[in-house]
């Protein structure tokens, strides 16, 4: 098991808004986690991430836990969850974003040994030359790669929103942690969003996606989770969980096509 949540729980004064959460991510998968709003699923993810620190439980990378850690201590290990609306330098290019990513992110934060793991020992040559290929390769595989010289700024939204992904992508992650990736996202927008995740999965990434487009995580996710007032109230193959009585319930309000 790559990752392994036990008994993870996040209370916010008298508001446990993660309750007794367990279960298991493999690698190559793709998870999905559904639930209504407020039900806990970003608060789930934040969790994984570091970004918060959980009240009780557990979250076991490789056989170590790693709930204590920092956000950047986490992505070092390769976890990196984006975020649901990237926060971007609208004057600033698609390259320059990536570029702060890659600086930021993977220089500064994880600094020079892990680099060294993620470039290859080829990198003492030309390090900006190394960055740049990582850089364009993670452009292209997020279909951006045209856009690489346009101002943020001018990118649509599904266009940033894919910048937040190749931004995390960058990092190099062993697994990515999507906060609503499709959210806001037109059909062709979507499709393009399902083409570039299939590929990122190609590509090694193990990919962990919370997300209300039941139609884009129903096709995509292998299995999937679904909280209900911070708790698990199915979980199994992605159709099954969308099928379940009390998810229909709690969350579609109302049997799906
Ligand atoms: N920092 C915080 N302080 C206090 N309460 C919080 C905080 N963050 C989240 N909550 C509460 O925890 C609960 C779970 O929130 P969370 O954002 O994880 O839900 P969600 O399932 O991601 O919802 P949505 O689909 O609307 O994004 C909600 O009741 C929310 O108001």
């Given amino acids: ?91 600033l290019t698609v390259a320059e974003h990536m570029r702060i990513a890659c600086h930021l992110h993977v220089k500064r934060a994880l600094g020079v040994g892990r680099l060294r793991t993620l470039f290859g ?29 346009d101002e943020a700024g001018a990118l649509s939204y599904g266009g940033e929103k894919m910048l937040g992904v190749a931004m995390g992508m960058v990092c190099d992650p062993e697994l990515l942690l999507l906060d609503e990736p499709a959210s806001g996202l037109g059909h062709d927008e979507i499709s393009n969003l399902d083409a570039v995740l299939r590929d990122l999965r190609t590509h090694g990434v193990t990919l962990c996606i919370i997300d209300h487009k039941v139609g884009f995580l129903g096709r995509l996710a292998d299995r999937s989770i679904a909280l209900h007032h911070g708790a698990i109230i199915a979980s199994g193959t992605t159709a099954d969980v969308l099928a379940n009585d009390a998810v229909v319930t709690a969350y579609l309000g109302k049997k799906h096509a």
């Fill in 121 to 149: 020992k080829s990198m003492t040559g030309d390090l900006e030359n190394t960055l740049t290929r990582k850089i364009d390769q993670m452009l292209e595989l997020c279909r951006l790669y045209k856009h690489r010289n």
């Fill in 1 to 91: 098991m790559l990752l392994n949540i036990k008994n993870l729980t996040k209370r916010f004064g008298g508001l446990t808004a993660v309750s007794k959460v367990t279960f298991g991510i493999e690698r190559g998968e793709i998870i999905g986690i559904f639930g209504p709003n407020g039900s806990g699923k970003t608060t789930t993810l934040s969790l994984i991430a570091g970004i918060l620190k959980p009240s009780s439980g557990e979250i076991i990378w490789k056989d170590h836990d790693i709930s204590a850690l920092t956000p950047f201590q986490v992505a070092q290990q390769g976890l990196v969850k984006t975020f649901q609306n990237p926060q971007l330098f609208p004057e």
